[in-house]
Every structure is written in structure tokens, then in C-alpha cells.
């Protein structure tokens, strides 16, 4: 299957990264290139773009959409890139941007085993390395899959979920996306499964619990704000709700100045703002956008700009 890639929120991250000709910029999910594509093109002589990935596949395919432009791809996951542009020589980055989430490639490729909707292996790994899914609900304990249902997939019904799965596999160990999805179904009442497909939470707390997903994402804010010389931005796309709060979190830290105690009749703490927001809300998909794209739908860009 090809590695399709629509890019969300291609012109809103484009503006919001400030793309200057001769800068340099980092896509730290370089995935199918699509934003990198057109970060590379606004690109003149002296401007450099370096994509990373750990997915084996992305890293191929965007090693091919971007020959002739001036950029790199390189196989290190994002929370890697301080001490990868390092040992490429590169101190300081004119803008970074994160695209967080699975791409519509991992998706559709049924082989990846990311979806509910077509059996496959149980895998989910980005990388293609380390344990996989199938291995991850097969020897964690009830109490944990219950954690990670309920905290990373917001699911009500995470101890049910969770019991049933360890009940089951007890016999009949769960190898597949459809039996790890009929499991889920028959966990919940059936006003649920009337509703909408019960499936996705599950499906993405394991996906994220498997990718260690919300590490990575804490390390690599720090390390793409750690690059990004004064002026610097760094936006990045989220598509969940503990994401979102994660990066909005972060961003505030960083644009906070003294941090006195309100009574305090004037600052002695010295603090000043490290950064400050591009974007005082988040940018999400414009109706035009999700006629286009419905897998946008969830998307969430907020930038923030470095000033020291």
C-alpha cells in the first residue's frame, strides 16, 4: 500500500511556523512528508529541513517524496533530535513541528494492525520494534489494563474491559485486532455498541500505552524547545484530549514569567518568560478542511515562539 499522507492544517502550520527561505527546520514526525514537503519547497539555498521518524516505512517513503529538496530524513524517534542535529553539526533550529498521532498509512495498513475495522496481527508498534500489542494484552496485569484503558482511552468501561481480558486469555490467548475487538464489544451494554463502535478507545489506549506515546511526547517538547534559537517556533498538532492538555500545559510553562507570591509587593524571583504563545487558542480544522480530510477532525494546532 502507498504511504498516503494528507497534511492537516497544512497553511495554518505553515503560517505559524514563519517559514523563512534560508532557515532551518525540523519535522519531527516527518511521516508521508506531507508538511515537510512544503516546508522544503519555500526553501532557498541555505535553508535545510531534517525529518525524523521511527517508523521504518515513513522513513523510506519520505527519503523519496523529498529527494531534490534541501532535506534529510533520518530514522531517530523526535525525542532523539538534540543530540542528533547536534552530531550533524546543528545547534539551533529556526522552527520545529510536531504531528502527532497515527498516520492514515499505519491506519489503513492492515498488516500494522492499528485498526479495528480489518483483522489483523495484533501489533501496533510505530517503530516495528519492541513488544507488541498482542504481547502487551496478553501479560499485563488486570490492574494495569485497566489503568491504561481508563487514563489513555478515557473508557468507561475500562474494568470490565480489562477483566474480560484476562479472563479470556487465560484459554484462549488473543492473537488479532478481531478478537480483541468482538472482546470489547461484548463488554459493553448494547446501548454502547448501538451508539457508535466501542472499540476505538481501547484500540487507542493500547496503541498509545504500546508506543509509549505520552513519554516521548514529554521528552521530545523539551528537546525540540531545547534546539530552537531565540525567535524560534515550534508548533505542534495534536489529535487527543490528554495530548492536547500536555503540550498546552507545557506552553504555558514556558511563556510564565515571576512566579512570586501574589502578595509579594514587587518580583524578586527574577523570572522572565522563556517564550511566548503564537497561538492564544488552538487552531483546529476549518469546514472545508473536513469535507476534505474527516480524519482532521480532532486536530489541534497550537505554536508558541521562543524569546530567549
Request: glycine share 6%; with cysteine.
Amino acid at each position: 500500500m502507498e504511504f498516503m499522507h494528507i497534511p492537516v492544517l497544512l497553511d495554518e502550520v505553515l503560517e505559524g511556523l514563519a517559514v523563512c527561505p534560508d532557515g532551518i527546520y525540523v519535522d519531527g514526525t516527518v511521516g508521508g512528508a506531507g508538511h515537510a514537503r512544503e516546508i522544503a519547497k519555500r526553501l532557498t539555498q541555505g535553508g535545510r529541513l531534517i525529518g525524523f521518524d521511527r517508523d521504518p516505512d515513513a522513513v523510506r517513503t519520505a527519503k523519496e517524496r523529498l529527494q531534490g529538496y534541501p532535506a534529510t530524513v533520518v530514522h531517530y524517534n523526535y525525542d532523539e533530535m538534540s543530540h542528533v542535529l547536534a552530531e550533524m553539526g546543528i545547534k539551533t533550529v529556526d522552527g520545529v513541528l510536531l504531528d502527532l498521532g497515527v498516520s492514515s498509512y499505519q491506519l489503513d495498513e492492515t498488516s500494522r494492525g492499528f485498526s479495528y475495522r480489518n483483522d489483523a496481527p495484533l501489533d501496533m508498534r510505530m517503530s516495528q520494534t519492541g513488544m507488541t500489542a498482542e504481547e502487551f494484552v496478553n501479560t499485563a496485569s488486570e490492574e494495569e489494563l485497566s489503568r491504561i484503558l481508563y487514563t489513555y482511552g478515557e473508557e468507561n468501561f475500562a474494568r470490565t474491559i480489562a477483566r474480560n481480558i484476562v479472563r479470556i486469555r487465560e484459554t484462549n490467548p488473543i492473537h488479532t485486532t478481531n478478537e480483541l475487538a468482538e472482546l470489547v464489544k461484548n463488554s459493553v451494554p448494547p446501548r454502547v455498541r448501538r451508539m457508535k463502535n466501542p472499540c476505538k478507545k481501547t484500540f487507542q489506549a493500547i496503541r498509545i500505552a504500546v508506543n509509549r506515546e505520552f513519554e516521548h511526547l514529554e521528552a521530545g517538547l523539551r528537546a525540540a524547545f531545547s534546539v530552537l534559537r531565540p525567535g524560534g517556533r515550534l508548533a505542534v498538532i495534536t489529535f487527543h484530549s490528554l495530548e492536547d492538555r500536555m503540550v498546552k500545559r507545557q506552553f504555558a510553562a514556558w511563556c510564565q514569567g515571576c512566579v512570586c507570591p501574589p502578595d509579594f509587593p514587587q518580583c524578586v524571583c527574577g523570572r522572565t518568560p522563556e517564550a511566548k504563545l503564537i497561538t492564544r487558542k488552538p487552531i483546529m480544522p476549518s469546514d472545508q478542511e473536513l469535507l476534505m480530510n474527516n480524519r482532521s477532525r480532532s486536530a489541534k494546532l497550537r505554536v508558541i515562539e521562543r524569546s530567549r
